[in-house]
């Protein structure tokens, strides 16, 4: 069984910029996409961006050119880099990672941007 786990959430003022890890560990064999969704409160997760193991990337269009995805295969880890963060980027980010046709979900970390 895979287990995931994030890291780096936090509190940032309104511009600033925080950088969310998820580290894969368990009986892995290949993860073929990893990546981000978030879940605001009263609302509907979603997706934040995705990475796939030959590190094509997609995102959502209300993070492009803020938010950049990254990998590292060797570690079976992810990362987002959160630049020029928003009052409504505030939400629960949750690392995702999918092998096969199995999907796996971090446990969440708060990520909350103040005006």
């Known amino acids: 069984q895979m287990r995931l786990v994030e890291s780096g959430g936090g509190l940032v003022q309104a511009g600033g910029s925080l950088r969310l890890s998820c580290a894969a560990s368990?009986?892995?064999?290949?993860?073929?996409?990893m990546g981000w969704y978030r879940q605001a409160p009263g609302k509907q997760r979603e997706l934040v961006a995705l990475?796939?193991?030959?590190?094509?990337?997609r995102s959502a269009d209300s993070v492009k050119g803020r938010f950049t995805i990254s990998r590292d295969n060797a570690k079976n880890t992810v990362y987002l880099q959160m630049n020029s963060l928003k009052p409504e980027d505030t939400a629960v980010y949750y690392c995702?990672?999918?092998?096969?046709?199995?999907?796996?979900w971090g446990q969440g970390t708060q990520v909350t941007v103040s005006s």
């Open positions: 995702n990672a999918v092998i096969r046709v199995n999907n796996y």
């Open positions: 368990g009986n892995i064999f290949r993860i073929d996409t």
């Open positions: 990475i796939n193991s030959g590190g094509n990337t």
